[in-house]
T-cell receptor, first 113, second 114 residues
Framework: GAGVSQTPSNKVTEKGKYVELRCDPISGHTALYWYRQSLGQGPEFLIYFQGTGAADDSGLPNDRFFAVRPEGSVSTLKIQRTERGDSAVYLC???????????FGQGTRLTVV | AQKITQTQPGMFVQEKEAVTLDCTYDTSDPSYGLFWYKQPSSGEMIFLIYQGSYDQQNATEGRYSLNFQKARKSANLVISASQLGDSAMYFCAMRENAGNMLTFGGGTRLMVKP
């Protein structure tokens, strides 16, 4: 596809369960970002990949959150032992150049019940 | 520490009129970039316009222009000739040259009246 694709679009899970959120960036974009957006707020940075490596994971809130990008394209955000406070929209973005706007996907709405 | 402030939680504008959305920022880094994004109800963040801290001229992209006042640390978005499809949330964001993340403001909800 032409844009950033995120799956699933919606995910409902029970407290304590493990979830994986997938991001398929724009082809050729080496930079990939994950953000989290709570209701009524702006997105908050989680992690940044340049190629296959996590160049900056300073935004991950705790060690229950982990992300990978093994081949430098698709990325997966993994959340262990989910908590109700993890409920939010998780946004993925990719870009070709740092100094220009990143292109965002439509997000995955995660609800922990 | 970075900080982005959008003081207008909601704005109304009449169709075909211009509107200014306010954004102020705080950074000690002399080199940074400023961004505006639009988020319609579908949830996708749409990149609108970019201004570099060393750019001499204000950025423009079609009906969007950025009123960059460096001394005041403000980067207001001006939308000319508003259209009904402009109704959405608008976010201002900044990235320091040394950093990787975009820091977003709290957003402004724009509502265009017919």
């Amino acid at each position: 596809g032409a844009g950033v694709s995120q799956t699933p679009s919606n995910k409902v899970t029970e407290k304590g369960k493990y979830v994986e959120l997938r991001c398929d960036p724009i082809s050729g974009h080496t930079a990939l970002y994950w953000y989290r957006q709570s209701l009524g707020q702006g997105p908050e940075f989680l992690i940044y990949f340049q190629g296959t490596g996590a160049a900056d994971d300073s935004g991950l809130p705790n060690d229950r959150f982990f992300a990978v990008r093994p081949e430098g394209s698709v990325s997966t955000l993994k959340i262990q032992r989910t908590e109700r406070g993890d409920s939010a929209v998780y946004l993925c973005a990719s870009s070709l150049y740092r100094d220009r706007g990143a292109f965002f996907g439509q997000g995955t709405r995660l609800t922990v019940v | 520490a970075q900080k982005i402030t959008q003081t207008q939680p909601g704005m109304f504008v009449q169709e075909k009129e211009a509107v200014t959305l306010d954004c102020t920022y705080d950074t000690s880094d002399p080199s940074y970039g400023l961004f505006w994004y639009k988020q319609p109800s579908s949830g996708e963040m749409i990149f609108l316009i970019y201004q570099g801290s060393y750019d001499q001229q204000n950025a423009t992209e079609g009906r969007y222009s950025l009123n960059f006042q460096k001394a005041r640390k403000s980067a207001n978005l001006v939308i000319s000739a508003s259209q009904l499809g402009d109704s959405a949330m608008y976010f201002c964001a900044m990235r320091e040259n040394a950093g990787n993340m975009l820091t977003f403001g709290g957003g402004t909800r724009l509502m265009v009246k017919p």
